[in-house]
């Protein structure tokens, strides 16, 4: 089992920052993604960015490359959502997610909300 802690959410204003953290512990995989995704009201999750923990490559969104950025940190186990230029149209919870190397999602973080306001 894996468990997945975000914290770091909050209120701020149109243009700026904010930093989540997503912290890992539990079982580990022998390869394996974390994902960051968020959840408007009345809207559907949507995908931010991911991931893949051995090597730190990163996929992004259209909707935020060039203004967020996901790192990690092996001795921590920790990953992060750095979120630079926010808009108001950023204002979602956050989610984090671990799972298998392109095998989806198994595991998930009870999510941290980030309101942008103008």
């Known amino acids: 089992q894996v468990q997945l802690v975000e914290s770091g959410g909050g209120l701020v204003q149109a243009g700026g920052s904010l930093r989540l953290s997503c912290a890992a512990s539990g079982r580990t995989f022998s390869s394996y993604e974390m994902g960051w995704f968020r959840q408007a009201p009345g809207k559907e999750r949507e995908f931010v960015g991911r991931i893949i923990w051995s090597g730190g490559i990163t996929y992004y969104a259209d909707s935020v490359k060039g203004r967020f950025t996901i790192s990690r940190d092996n001795a921590k186990n920790t990953v992060y959502l750095q979120m630079n230029s926010l808009k108001v149209e950023d204002t979602a919870v956050y989610y984090c997610?671990?799972?298998?190397?392109?095998?989806?999602?198994?595991?998930w973080g009870q999510g941290t909300q980030v309101t942008v306001s103008s």
């Open positions: 997610a671990a799972g298998d190397l392109g095998k989806g999602y198994d595991y």
